[in-house]
Structure formats: structure tokens, C-alpha cells
């Protein structure tokens, strides 16, 4: 599998496309002034201790007061409280990790007024960005992640990808960090370390160890709340995470941003650093690569997937509903368990894409299409489990339920990507709205492909406006033309002055119209 990643440099944003055998997979529109992005560490003050929640509002200079609740602050939260501390005293200087005195765990079942009091002073780290009308969600359990290893402050444990299936492997690796890393900093050993030599993993954990050392050195200098250790910015973060062998090129239009990819690749795998590649082009990126056509085709309440067949995309404050239909293929010859199963796979794997696209949390209920066989069912829902296998964000899928209902938790860190792709109308002045335009050429050609090869039908006649029929028959190799070697079908195109600009019909040879 063939990965690129094109990345939209402007002013005021950064967006991201990952690309997966050129289809696109993942959309990130970053603010170039983003605050409060997870991962980010804080120093903050308790404003308000809630003993009815369990829980306590912190305030870390964002508009709304972010949550922390007591099962957030994590089992060490008396050694992390102890370290600030004495980073804060008048000394100026943190106290050593490794010869740090670790304090008790706090009882999972305790009460937050036991260890947190209103105006202490905290570490917290980002765990949710700030969604709808809520503010950022909180955690004191810090952890600093880098590309093989996640250090974890005041533990000691060593702790292995489970993704990593080898037990050699596993045991190797465990027993290779344990050797290397220093006392009271736990370690979790990512899945892109598997293989990596002992110089590789040193040498990210003595600098993981010295970032973390790093921001403490000046904590005394500041106001409260301020941010201590700040995470990648969300290029470098998508790059840490999801670079890997199979990656091809990285596409960039801006030079400032270019070498400081080049400058991160280095450190991370030199060995890639030829794959950054400064697009100049006059065109914009986007639709050089084709990354635009596809966001217009993927977003919005209506996708369409497979020979008619399409999702209904709704979304609601508590959850997302996605609707399966089979469109125009209920027409088809087959038993309808058959068809219900072939548009419910090929769904499945629309559906994981839409997910990580639009960065779907929280409940999602998919509704498929009714299948009475049990061993259709399963297949479906291993289906899902193997089309979401390659998504980085924690899930869990249940099996199909007897109203044919699949139900999916998917974590929520950031707020839903929501693009508007809808168009005005050019025809009723904006007062109507229609598919992009851009995709015209294309949703002709699947109708056309669905009535040959699908419903075999012979003698077709196409009738569009004026001006799309005149595009449609330009030049020697005409798009016309091209349909007629691609089908081994002659496609009669007619002008019709009565039809708006964007509407096409077919026709029979009887001359009637092939209705969807």
C-alpha cells in the first residue's frame, strides 16, 4: 500500500490529507495560532472542587474552565503534586526524578477533596480538545510521546504494544528498556519500535527524559496558568505517528514548512528524508493531487460508494446515525440477502474510511440493510473490525443486533471535522443547492457504468444541457469517445435546452427515461 501525505500551507491554517493508494483517508485542518491541542501540558491553578462529581474545574487560561476527574489524576498524583512543588520553591531547581522519593498511590476509590484542594496548584495535560460548549478534558497522568517510546513520568513500569505480536520480540524489547531507562520513569514501548536497535531507543528516551527536564528548569518564571511542555503541532504529530515504511511522498507548498519536515524527518528516520518533496506549482496543491474533488465527493450528508448504492450521514448532540442504501442496485437480478450482503460489505469499508476522514467520536449507530442469515451478520461485523483495524483512534465495535443495528464507540479527542461541500445552484440564483459541480462527469459515468455492465442495457441516449453535451463531444479523444472504448457501447449524447445546467437523463432505446 502506497501512502502520501499533502499538506495545504496558508495563512491563517494548515491542512493535512493522508492519502492511502491515493484515496484520500484522513482530513486535519490545524489553526496556525492552535492552542489547547492534546498532549499539551499545563501548569494550573483548582478553581472549583466538585465532591458531587468526583471531580474538579481547572483553570488553564481557556475560556471555559477545563474538567479533571479524580480517575484522571492518575495513581501517582501525591509524587506529581510533591515535584511541582519543590520545582516551585524558592531553589528554582526541579528535583531529580530518579532520586525522587515515590509516595503512595491514591485509592482508586477515594474522594477528589482528599489529594486536590481549590487554588492548589497542578500539572495537568490535554486529554480533549474543547468540544461544542464544553472546555478542555484534563488529565494529571502525564505521559510524552515520541516516536518508538512514551515516557511516563514517576512510574516504573516498561509496558509493550500489544499491536507488536512477537513474544521474542516483546521480550526483547522489554528487557533492551528496562536496561536503558532510569529510575521512577515508566515507559511504553510503541508499535513502530519493533526491529529498532538499542542506539535508536537510548537515544529517544535520554531525549524524551531531558524535555521533560528541560521545562522545569524556568517553572519558576511566569504567570498561572501557562503551558510547560507543548506537543507537535499537528503536522509533525500525524508524521510521528503514522510514517512508516509504506510511506511514498510528502507533499508541501510552503518552504518554512518544508524544511522544518525535512529537519523532523531527520531526526526521526533519516533514512526518509528524501520523501519531503516542495510542490510549486501554480495550480492549488489540492487540486493537483486531486485531495479537493475528494473532500467535495466525501463530505456531506449524502456519499455515495458502490454502483447507486450510498450512506445518509446524520448527526445529533448525543450521537451519529449512518444509514445504508442500496440505492438503484435493488433493480439487480439477485436474491435480496445476496445484494443486502455484497452493498453491507462494501459499506463497511466506506464507512471505517468516513470515521477517520471526518474524525467521527463519541456513539456512532449504523443501520444496514436487513440480512436474516446469521453467518451474513458476522460476516459483516468482522468486516468492520478488519476495515478499522488500520485506525490509530481507540474503538470498539459490537456485533450487528437483531434489528440489523451495529453500534461503535470511537474516542473523541478533538471536535468533528465538518466541511461544507454543498453548492449554490447557478440556476436558482443560491435559493437551491446541489451537488458539486466538479463531480458531474463523474456521477454520469456511474450511472452509465451501473446501466451497461449492471443492467445491461444497449442502446442508451444521454440528454444534458447545451453546454455540458458541447464538453462532452469536444475534441478527437472526447469524453465520449473514451466511454466508448471503456464500455465497447456508443453513447448517443442530445442536447436539451429545457434542463438546467447540472441534470442528465437517460433514455431507452423506445425513448423513455431509465429513472434511478
Not at 434489528?403 to 461503535?408: C, R, T
Amino acid at each position: 500500500m502506497s501512502t502520501e501525505l499533502v499538506i495545504d500551507v496558508t495563512t491563517s491554517e494548515i491542512a493535512i490529507a493522508l492519502l492511502e493508494n491515493k484515496q484520500l483517508v484522513e482530513l486535519n485542518k490545524e489553526k496556525r495560532n492552535l492552542q489547547f491541542a492534546v498532549g499539551d501540558i499545563y501548569l494550573a491553578k483548582a478553581k472549583r472542587i466538585m465532591p458531587g462529581l468526583n471531580a474538579a474545574f481547572i483553570d488553564v487560561g481557556y475560556e471555559k474552565d477545563a474538567f479533571l476527574h479524580y480517575l484522571d489524576l492518575g495513581p501517582q498524583f501525591r509524587t506529581l503534586s510533591k515535584f511541582v512543588k519543590g520545582s516551585l520553591s524558592k531553589k528554582g531547581k526541579a528535583p531529580s526524578v530518579p532520586k525522587l522519593k515515590i509516595e503512595p498511590d491514591i485509592d482508586k476509590n477515594g474522594k477528589i477533596t482528599d489529594v486536590l484542594k481549590a487554588g492548589q496548584l497542578v500539572l495537568v495535560q490535554i486529554a480533549k480538545e474543547p468540544i461544542s460548549t464544553k472546555g478542555p478534558r484534563l488529565s494529571s497522568e502525564i505521559s510524552i510521546a515520541g516516536r518508538n517510546l512514551v515516557l511516563i513520568p514517576f512510574s516504573n513500569k516498561v509496558s509493550i504494544s500489544q499491536k507488536i505480536e512477537s513474544p521474542e520480540e516483546k521480550k526483547r524489547l522489554k528487557k533492551l528498556v528496562e536496561s536503558i531507562k532510569l529510575k521512577n520513569y515508566g515507559v511504553i514501548v510503541r508499535t513502530v519500535a519493533e526491529g529498532k536497535k538499542v542506539a535508536v531507543l537510548d537515544s529517544e528516551l535520554r531525549g524524551l527524559v531531558q524535555k521533560w527536564e528541560t521545562a522545569f528548569q524556568k517553572i519558576t518564571h511566569g504567570d498561572v496558568p501557562r503551558l510547560v511542555i507543548s506537543e507537535l503541532n499537528r503536522t509533525s504529530a500525524v508524521l510521528r505517528d503514522v510514517l512508516n515504511g509504506s510511506f511514498n511522498h510528502i507533499f508541501v507548498n510552503e518552504d518554512t514548512v518544508y524544511r522544518e519536515l525535512k529537519d523532523y524527518i531527520h531526526t526521526i528516520a533519516p533514512e526518509k528524508g528524501k520523501i519531503v518533496k516542495l510542490f510549486e506549482g501554480e495550480q492549488p496543491i489540492f487540486d493537483h493531487y486531486g485531495v479537493d474533488k475528494q473532500i467535495k465527493a466525501s463530505f456531506g450528508k449524502t456519499v455515495s460508494f458502490k454502483s447507486g448504492a450510498y450512506l445518509i450521514i446524520e448527526h445529533t448532540e448525543a450521537l451519529h446515525v449512518i444509514d445504508v442504501n442500496s440505492g438503484n442496485r435493488s433493480k439487480l437480478g439477485e436474491d435480496q440477502e445476496s445484494n443486502a450482503l455484497e452493498v453491507n460489505l462494501a459499506a463497511a469499508n466506506e464507512i471505517a474510511r468516513q470515521l477517520r476522514l471526518r474524525d467521527m467520536g463519541g456513539i456512532i449507530v449504523v443501520d444496514f440493510i436487513d440480512m436474516h442469515n446469521a453467518e451474513n451478520k458476522q460476516r459483516v461485523y468482522e468486516k468492520m473490525k478488519e476495515a478499522m483495524a488500520s485506525d490509530r483512534t481507540k474503538h470498539n465495535i459490537l456485533p450487528l443486533s437483531k434489528f440489523g443495528l451495529m453500534q461503535i464507540t470511537r474516542q473523541r479527542v478533538r471536535p468533528e471535522l465538518n466541511l461544507e461541500v454543498m453548492e449554490k445552484c447557478p440556476t436558482c440564483k443560491g435559493t437551491g443547492e446541489i451537488t458539486p459541480s466538479v463531480l458531474l462527469v463523474d456521477d454520469i459515468e456511474n450511472h452509465l457504468s451501473f446501466l451497461v455492465n449492471e443492467m445491461k442495457y444497449k442502446n442508451l441516449t444521454l440528454k444534458v444541457h447545451p453546454f455540458i453535451a458541447g464538453y462532452l463531444k469536444k475534441g478527437l479523444f472526447s469524453k465520449n469517445f473514451k466511454w466508448l472504448i471503456k464500455f465497447k457501447k456508443s453513447i448517443k449524447i442530445e442536447s436539451a435546452n429545457s434542463y438546467q445546467l447540472l441534470e442528465f437523463h437517460f433514455f431507452d432505446k423506445n425513448g423513455e427515461i431509465i429513472k434511478d
